[in-house]
């Protein structure tokens, strides 16, 4: 069992950071986890262009030792070039675990086969995760997926016995149809028959918003741990009161961070992430603005910080904004 399986034997129950692209970025990620979050998980990115070494997709999955337990999320419908993939990730990054989406919804995704795609071809979804797990031998392999193509082929078990079967160590299981995409409720009720069907930790997933939510989920189903993807967009401290919560503290609601403490965690987000790609103060900032926006829901003045965000160009035209506001 490796150090990162470990972490399911503590009898806590680990927070991860659902995978989200275009939100999930080395920044994001080093904020959840100084709130508490337990595993991290890169955006997903394609077997293919990994191979190819192309560099956009190689600074996508990079990730700081501090980061760590860390996973590197990858996609494709080709076993061999997902193995190939996967080695390749073993041998540079050391990830301590490689995750395969099999639930992506995105149509460039299923037309390919892959993400959710999977989900109408057990066979081959099976064959995928044999390969990969052969391909590294000296990291954890799990999966994230769906509960089925649509609502008249719910798969979820029969996938979730071949996976363990195939070698994946931990399966996260996104309570939806592909069909769904993110409309309607996840269904806690299958991921809770996912979990009597297998051994291996089954991590829970979907409509975490808050700690209350996830302790009942946690109660209701067995599940070994909790992903929680857009309630922590812009709430990176739910991390800390859903520990708070797990750990019987009354008080979970406690930490509620006040509007300054919002906006000043926003400012700090937007310089780790600027630097993530070399921007000084003077640089444009606008292709990370969108991922700012999730910081002003719910705050007094968000609204207008919102609307005004779309003027900033540099890292000082956003320190000003928020100083004013
Ligand atoms: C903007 C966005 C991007 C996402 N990107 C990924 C991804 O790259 N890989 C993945 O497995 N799931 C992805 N997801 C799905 C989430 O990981 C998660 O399964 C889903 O949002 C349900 O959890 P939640 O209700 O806690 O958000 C994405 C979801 C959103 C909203």
Redesign the pocket.
């Known amino acids: 069992m490796s150090r990162f399986e470990e972490i399911f034997r503590t009898g806590e129950i680990p927070l991860y950071l659902?995978?989200?692209?275009?939100?999930t970025d080395i920044a994001f990620r080093e904020l959840c986890k100084e709130h508490g979050a337990d595993v991290l998980v890169s955006?997903?990115v394609q077997s293919e262009p990994l191979i190819r070494g192309r560099e956009r997709t190689w600074r996508d999955v990079d990730f700081t030792p501090g980061q760590r337990p860390m996973g590197i999320?990858i996609f494709g419908a080709n076993p061999d070039s997902m193995a190939r993939a996967a080695a390749l990730l073993e041998n540079r990054l050391y990830p301590d675990f490689i995750d395969i989406?099999f639930?992506?919804p995105a149509r460039k995704v299923v037309e390919q086969n892959a993400g959710s795609g999977l989900l109408k071809d057990l066979p081959l979804l099976e064959k995928v995760a044999r390969a990969v797990v052969s391909a590294v031998p000296a990291t954890s392999v799990t999966a994230?997926m769906r509960l089925g193509w649509d609502s008249h082929a719910f798969v979820h078990i029969e996938a979730a016995k071949r996976l363990e079967g195939a070698g994946v160590r931990v399966l996260a299981v996104?309570g939806r149809t592909k069909a769904q995409g993110?409309s309607g409720e996840?269904d806690w009720e299958k991921i809770a028959e996912v979990v009597r069907a297998v051994q291996i930790p089954v991590v829970g997933?979907?409509?975490?918003r808050d700690a209350e939510t996830a302790l009942r989920r946690v109660r209701e189903t067995g599940v070994s741990g909790l992903m929680?993807?857009?309630?922590a967009l812009g709430k990176p401290w739910l991390f800390s009161q859903i520990k708070n919560a797990l750990s019987g503290n009354a008080e979970s609601g406690a930490e509620t961070p006040t509007t300054e403490a919002v906006f000043s965690t926003l400012l700090r987000y937007a310089e780790t992430l600027a630097k993530t790609r070399g921007d000084a103060g003077t640089q444009n900032i606008r292709w990370l603005l969108a991922r700012l926006h999730p910081f002003t829901y719910g705050v007094v003045g968000g609204k207008r910080v919102r609307a005004e965000l779309a003027s900033c160009t540099t890292l000082d035209d956003l320190r000003r904004l928020l100083e004013k506001n």
């Open positions: 659902a995978p989200m692209s275009g939100f955006e997903f999320q989406n639930g992506c994230k996104h993110y996840a997933n979907g409509d975490i929680i993807g857009r309630g």
